[in-house]
């Protein structure tokens, strides 16, 4: 029976989304995320993704959709990126370069789904979408969408749930200072990450690690968890336990809420504590501020931030504990500015100045510390905190 116009026009469609050239085998199986060959068995998937997360899960999905034995017959995929945001993120690019069909939560308008306007599947697709598998997802997906859906969705969330619910479980364990988190499959409910766990693993935090690192390491894992729940899923679903389980066998249920800029408390935070928060902060925000003439301060943003061996910093410079919290000194043979906090110094290489932009420690100290001294004999220069600072001036 030949093809109807609009079934071949999609299908069209489909094909000339995928920038790279799908191998001949692979076209013979698939065109704009649905396979031309079905197994009954199988799952109409629909994955939910924004970011970097979202693409390691949406790629391992992709190996199993490729795979004749895998459980997934079709697969497209909503992003959940701005209309604001001029480029594609690499989830989406991913897709279409792979020839899957692409659909967007929000309108160019900002608004997002109404009613009517939830995703369908292409025209190939043999009934609706089965299954919804969400990753890094920015919004929330309206419950009468999820009840369309024949088994429901899951959710990889990177955290061994109930604990870390909410949107920033990887930074506020890392915060913290955990030494173990996990990673858990849970399915999506009306309240956030509050759904029962089909499976979860534990996971070691490595000390001394960036925020961006330990992330992608997480992610590696827990896409390939995903597929290993879809695989599984009858089976799965059937043994998942509740959260109100594991909150009864004595397991906390803590929220994890977004993170911001945060400003460095001298007086308070050790060295630890400041460099664990550089190293999980670093690209969202990590400041103090300088105080300036009549009452002023001008904000910095540090770049690089490094814990220090007094062993090796020249003896020039006094790095006794009579020195008050916030207060700095330069280290002229090393290039560090070295700032009191509450058990000892910590070094700084470069920052981001207000009306000044990045500097390294030399330019720095030349244009903001060296300078007051000259003119304060006897004075100490410091980051706000530092008592009678604010009488410094430029």
């Not at 116009?5 to 050239?21: D, I, K, N």
Request: net charge neutral.
């Amino acid at each position: 029976m030949l093809m109807n116009l609009r079934a071949f026009s999609a299908l069209a469609r489909g094909v000339s989304r995928s920038s790279t050239p799908l191998s001949s085998s692979s076209s013979l199986k698939y065109m704009g995320g649905f396979r031309t060959v079905f197994t009954d068995s199988g799952y109409n998937v629909l994955m939910f993704g924004s970011d970097g997360v979202s693409l390691e899960v949406l790629k391992e999905l992709f190996k199993n959709f490729d795979d004749n034995n895998g459980k997934i017959s079709a697969l497209e995929v909503v992003s959940g990126r701005k209309y604001s945001e001029f480029e594609p993120s690499e989830f989406e690019r991913y897709a279409k370069d792979h020839g899957l069909r692409v659909h967007h939560f929000q309108h160019h308008d900002g608004s997002k789904w109404k009613t009517n306007e939830f995703p369908q599947p292409g025209l190939l697709v043999k009934g609706g979408f089965d299954l919804a598998v969400v990753a890094s997802f920015p919004h929330r997906i309206p419950e009468s969408y999820l009840n369309q859906l024949s088994l429901g969705a899951i959710n990889m969330h990177p955290s061994m749930l109930p604990r870390y619910r909410g949107p920033a479980p990887v930074y506020r364990a890392m915060l913290d200072g955990v030494e173990e988190s996990g990673i858990s499959i849970a399915t999506v409910e009306k309240t956030i990450d509050t759904g029962k766990i089909l499976m979860r693993e534990p996971f070691t935090m490595p000390p001394e690690e960036s925020y961006e690192n330990v992330l992608r390491v997480m992610a590696w894992k827990g896409a390939r968890m995903t597929v290993e729940a879809v695989e599984n899923y009858d089976t799965l679903i059937k043994n998942a336990k509740t959260q109100q389980e594991y909150i009864d066998s004595g397991e906390e249920a803590t929220y994890a809420p977004k993170v911001s800029p945060t400003e460095i408390l001298w007086k308070d935070m050790t060295v630890e504590q400041i460099h664990r928060y550089f190293l999980v902060l670093g690209h969202v925000g990590l400041y103090t501020w300088l105080p300036r003439s009549r009452g002023r301060l001008r904000q910095i943003h540090f770049e690089k931030i490094e814990k220090i061996d007094p062993k090796n910093i020249s003896q020039e410079v006094d790095l006794t504990t009579s020195n008050p919290p916030g207060t700095i000194k330069y280290d002229k043979a090393n290039q560090v500015l070295l700032v009191r906090c509450a058990d000892g110094w910590i070094g700084v290489k470069e920052m981001n100045v207000e009306n000044h932009g990045l500097m390294g420690a030399a330019e720095f100290a030349n244009g903001f510390v060296l300078s007051r001294l000259g003119r304060n004999k006897g004075a100490q220069v410091g980051f706000r905190g530092l008592a009678g600072e604010e009488e410094l001036k430029e």
